[in-house]
DNA sequence: TTGAAAGCGCTAACAA
DNA sequence: TTGTTAGCGCTTTCAA
């Protein structure tokens, strides 16, 4: 049966002192006697006291719990994420509460309302996909509760203890797209998702003005919306290649569609990089793997991690009176260029 | 500056009501009229009020929270496997408080503390490769915590409310190599890791075991000891098919070297798999990707994660005094036979 | 059906 | 340097 755990009172009237003075001991206060300490911390260690976080936490206040809500951990992403956060976290002292979405918002709605129930310090959120409202961070905000969005962001949501780390989806695009032409690539052509996305749409965009500014025309046809897997690249890598001009470069919104691409231009007899060089995005696990190896962009993905705690933690420590909310972090995406595009 | 958050002491208050019955009609007591109810109800809806769960834990001493302690978030299996913990946890009423080791059995240690001291109601593990002694464990099982281990269990350590999820390597590697002599192999390479590592123990095994089972000879010259990456992979094929006889399959112990294998097997202008069958070990991602396909064992991660929380949740039912203790689950793995080992 | 009172384990202001 | 006291917000027994 239970073996019920020492208290600091069981650990006061064993030792004959005052509970108040057991807990200064504990937390090594400074006007505590070395030869009480001595006695206090032997006892405790005899006993196996562990401290109740849960009272500690109720009465200073502060939890030292950090709240993270992401839409799964599941895939390369968000696992990523994820760890750095719990790594940073862990760094800081801080204890990590982590929930899951789903990709629904009114399962993102609950968790919120969870985690503020169960006074987290602060809040880390990567939105549903399908979240349209935001009510719910309404109340977080009320609260005054340090809120840190990363990489699915609310636009237009600020306040004072709000902010968001990103990755420069934009400039990724615009580094692939010049780095292609450096290579010597002329026609290159974008296969993308939905629009709506904002990850593609600024992938998108980062293509479109990358063309513009190298003097290279923008033709619609190279542009293929298609599904971003690895069969929607290969069908649309075949499509490509059955064109009157077939492109010489192209750049993939994600990997997996790079890998179909891939594998479509090899089973026409023709080489990567030499007669088509491929490109993808976000530096998955398996770009090491193919034959040729493929290039494509990192998106920090732990470094993200690490940047929201971090940002959070300055929320913290400055209070809701700083001068002005902080400003959101937009990191630097990184292209690694791997045999599928190194051309010279 | 903070909004203070409505307290039950403020909603009875305001009502003109005892904390008592404010308590009652949010927990929807019977003895609450329905006329009472629906005024708290509105009120708090009003204040936005939200319960706060550390004051209920520590009065109810229960903190409906499981705490989750994995080597790290990283790769394919434990991502996959929280996923299955915190999907299973939510469905059961229960927060999920998640900490790495990062392999470190310190750390381990530090954080199976922390999670006792967050009064977590029962813990799921899976230990650190660095972890010789289990005196952390010892702490838990005194106080009666239920604790479940996962994928890399304490062997010889159990008590009332100890039990572990694992997966059968061994019947994985079992079934892999008996489908590779069904597909007319008749000399089947294996490559292993270290054998002190429990996992390539028990697939190493299961290989020899089959091998046995349909009367086919252990051949050492076809074990290969190699690192288990792509590279390692590679080497050991390039020195494989070297031999006078060359094998005609390969169980390789993960999925990475299996995928060195496939390139070094194609590189020399043999097929996969009319001249090499390969399987692979774990379904990981990529294997989907590779040409041919890779065959490989499903080790039900997610399935893992779901049914370790559901042990821990009857452990937490029945209390300690049951008749014996839980009994440890073995899943079952899945082969998954694609193009690298289908031959008819 | 409601209220009064106690207390979960800890911390911190104040007093000695 | 140590002790006294009060209370964080909630639940629950007991009494009305």
Redesign the interface.
Known sequence: ???R?ASITDLAKTLGLSPSTISRALSNHDDVSEATKARVRQLAEEL?Y??????A??RRGR?N?LGVLVP???GHF???V??GI??EA?KLGF??????S?EDALQEQKNI??L????VEGILVSLANTTQSFGHFE?VR???IPLVFFDRVVEDFSGSNVSAVVVDDYQGAYQVVTHLIEQGCTRIAHFTGPLHLSIHKNRHQGYRDALLAHGLPLNEELIMFCEMS?KGGTQAMRHLLKLPQRPNGVFSSND?AA?GAI?AVKSQRLRVPQDVAIVGFSNE??T????PMLSSVDQRCEQMGKTAVQLLQKMLKSG??RVGPPKPIVLKPKLLVRESSQRK
Chains 1, 2 share one sequence.
Request: aromatic residues 4%; proline residues 5%; contains cysteine.
């Open positions: 049966m239970a073996n755990r196996h562990q401290p109740n976080q849960l009272a936490a109720l939890s719990t799964h951990i599941t968000f696992p990523q994820v760890h719990a790594t862990a204890n990590v509460m982590i929930c899951q789903n309302d969870l503020m129930n169960s006074q109340a009320q609260q005054n690895q997996l890998i594998q696990m398996f090491m793997l193919t034959e809701p009176d």
